[in-house]
T-cell receptor
Framework: TQLLEQSPQFLSIQEGENLTVYCNSS?????LQWYRQEPGEGPVLLVT?????EVKKLKRLTFQFGDARKDSSLHITAAQPGDTGLYLC????????FGTGTSLTVIP | NAGVTQTPKFQVLKTGQSMTLQCAQD?????MSWYRQDPGMGLRLIHY???????DQGEVPNGYNVSRSTTEDFPLRLLSAAPSQTSVYFC??????????FGPGTRLTVL
C-alpha cells in the first residue's frame, strides 16, 4: 500500500491570497493526479503529471512534480471562492491510491 | 451522455442487512472501480474491474462483493452491513487506468 500524505489538512484563506498544498509519497509515483471535490459531488480530475520536474499550469493553478517523483505541489494564485473544495492527489495505475486531502475554504 | 450514475443517493440500513449499490456508465469505458470515502482518510479502493467478467480486489475489499456482467454496470453488494461500513461510496469509470470519471456518490449509514 502506498501512503500519500497531504498538507495542510485544512486551509482557510481570504479571497485574493496565494496558497500552496503538498502531496508526499512513501514511494515513487508512476504518475500523479490532482483532483478537486466539491461538497456532495465526486472528485473531478484537474491534471496528470508524469515526468519528474514537470510543471503544468491550469489558469491560476500551477502543479509541480518533484524531480524524484515522490512529491508534488499545487499552487493557487489569487484564490477565489470558487476554488473552495477538497483537493486530492492520487497515484495512478490499476489500483489508485489517494491522499487524505486538503480542505480549502476561500472566504469572500 | 449521462456519464456515471449511482443509485441510491442516500441509504440507511440496519446491522446485518444486505443491499446493492448500483453504478452504471454510458461511455463504453472498460475500467470501473468502487471507492469509499471516510473523513480524514481520502478515497480507498474497494474493488475494480478492467472489463466485463474481470474483477479484482482493492485496498479494502472485506465485506463487499462485485460482479461485472456487462460493460455498463458494476454493482457493489454489501453482504451483511456493519456500522464500520457507514461511508460515502463512489463509483468511477475510465477508458484506461488514468482519467477516471466519478459518479455523484451514495451516502450510506448503517445503524
Amino acid at each position: 500500500t502506498q501512503l500519500l500524505e497531504q498538507s495542510p489538512q485544512f486551509l482557510s484563506i481570504q479571497e485574493g491570497e496565494n496558497l500552496t498544498v503538498y502531496c508526499n509519497s512513501s514511494s515513487v509515483f508512476s504518475s500523479l493526479q490532482w483532483y478537486r471535490q466539491e461538497p456532495g459531488e465526486g472528485p473531478v480530475l484537474l491534471v496528470t503529471v508524469v515526468t519528474g520536474g514537470e510543471v503544468k499550469k491550469l489558469k491560476r493553478l500551477t502543479f509541480q512534480f518533484g524531480d524524484a517523483r515522490k512529491d508534488s505541489s499545487l499552487h493557487i494564485t489569487a484564490a477565489q471562492p470558487g476554488d473552495t473544495g477538497l483537493y486530492l492527489c492520487a497515484n495512478t495505475g490499476n489500483q489508485f491510491y489517494f491522499g487524505t486531502g486538503t480542505s480549502l475554504t476561500v472566504i469572500p | 451522455n449521462a456519464g456515471v450514475t449511482q443509485t441510491p443517493k442516500f441509504q440507511v440500513l440496519k446491522t446485518g442487512q444486505s443491499m446493492t449499490l448500483q453504478c452504471a456508465q454510458d461511455m463504453n469505458h472498460e475500467y470501473m472501480s468502487w471507492y469509499r470515502q471516510d473523513p480524514g482518510m481520502g478515497l480507498r479502493l474497494i474493488h475494480y474491474s478492467v472489463g466485463a467478467g474481470i474483477t479484482d480486489q482493492g485496498e479494502v475489499p472485506n465485506g463487499y462483493n462485485v460482479s461485472r456482467s456487462t460493460t455498463e454496470d458494476f454493482p457493489l453488494r454489501l453482504l451483511s452491513a456493519a456500522p464500520s461500513q457507514t461511508s460515502v461510496y463512489f463509483c468511477a469509470s475510465s477508458t484506461d487506468s488514468y482519467t477516471q470519471y466519478f459518479g455523484p456518490g451514495t451516502r450510506l449509514t448503517v445503524l
